[in-house]
């Protein structure tokens, strides 16, 4: 069917950012994912400056923790902390090949697996893929916005280990740590990458959530998304 602008999408039966400061994860998959973006169709794609700030941070890294880092447990995110998307809720889904012009991206979410975003008819921002019940793949993408001047600056925070990472066609960064919550212990991966554009810039986040136990098996399920990406 055919959405605003004349975009084609593609929507499964409904189960279930502002571009103006960086918001929670909560606040972004809350209410504003836009089913017009999302079509089955392949595009040629353009190189692109490396994105040389974000590889910046790789020279803090002393070695490549595979195991992640411990986190104190009150930074362990669980699916329910790191999404306010659920399965069966009302929204926007996804599935196959998903293509958006705005943020000039293709990605394929895993077979048999759902993206769930948000309300019909808001902006796209992105959305949550559940590996499992307790393992999940959040994904964001945003305008980069740059603070006012009287933005109050954030506090510092002790240098975190990043390492380099392929997205795709690209290169962005990652971090893990291992903490735990409710008896449970969580493996929580970040993966970011800033995209240069004309007169502005793109971010993208993308975090893994998972049981250590169940790591083997859901982890090489985020690994197939990451490498699917082609940013152009």
Same mark, same amino acid.
């Given at each position: 069917?055919? @959405? ?43 190189? *692109? !400056? ?9 020279? #803090?890294?002393?070695?490549?923790? #595979? ?14 902390? %790191?999404?306010? %998307?659920?399965?069966?809720?009302? @929204? ?14 293709? %990605?394929?979410?895993?077979?048999? #697996? ?17 590996? %499992? ?20 600056? !954030?506090?510092?925070?002790?240098? &975190? ?14 971090? *893990? ?35 250590? &136990? ?11 998304? #990451? !490498? ?5």
């Amino acid at each position: 069917m055919s @959405g605003r602008d004349g975009v084609r999408t593609r929507r499964l039966q409904k189960p279930g950012f502002r571009p103006d400061r960086r918001l929670s994860m909560d606040q972004k998959l809350d209410g504003q994912m836009q089913p017009h973006n999302a079509v089955n169709t392949t595009h040629h794609f353009s190189s *692109s !400056a490396r994105v040389r700030s974000l590889m910046g941070l790789a020279t #803090l890294i002393m070695c490549r923790c #595979l195991s992640g880092q411990e986190a104190n447990n009150s930074e362990v995110l669980t699916c329910d902390t %790191a999404t306010n %998307a659920r399965i069966g809720q009302p @929204g926007v889904t996804y599935s196959g090949s998903v293509s958006n012009g705005d943020y000039r991206f293709d %990605a394929t979410i895993p077979e048999g #697996l759902v993206g769930l975003g948000s309300a019909p008819g808001a902006p796209f921002h992105g959305f949550a893929i559940f590996v %499992a019940k307790s393992s999940c793949i959040v994904f964001l993408v945003e305008h980069h916005v740059f603070p006012l001047p009287d933005d109050t600056p !954030a506090p510092r925070r002790a240098p &975190e280990r990043w390492v380099p990472v392929r997205i795709g066609n690209r290169r962005g960064v990652e971090r *893990s740590t291992i903490g735990t919550t409710h008896g449970t212990r969580y493996l929580n991966t970040s993966v970011l990458l800033q995209l240069r554009r004309h007169g502005y810039k793109n971010d993208v986040s993308i975090t893994f959530v998972t049981p250590v &136990e169940n790591r083997h098996t859901t982890e090489p399920v985020f690994r197939e998304f #990451l !490498a699917s990406f082609k940013f152009w």
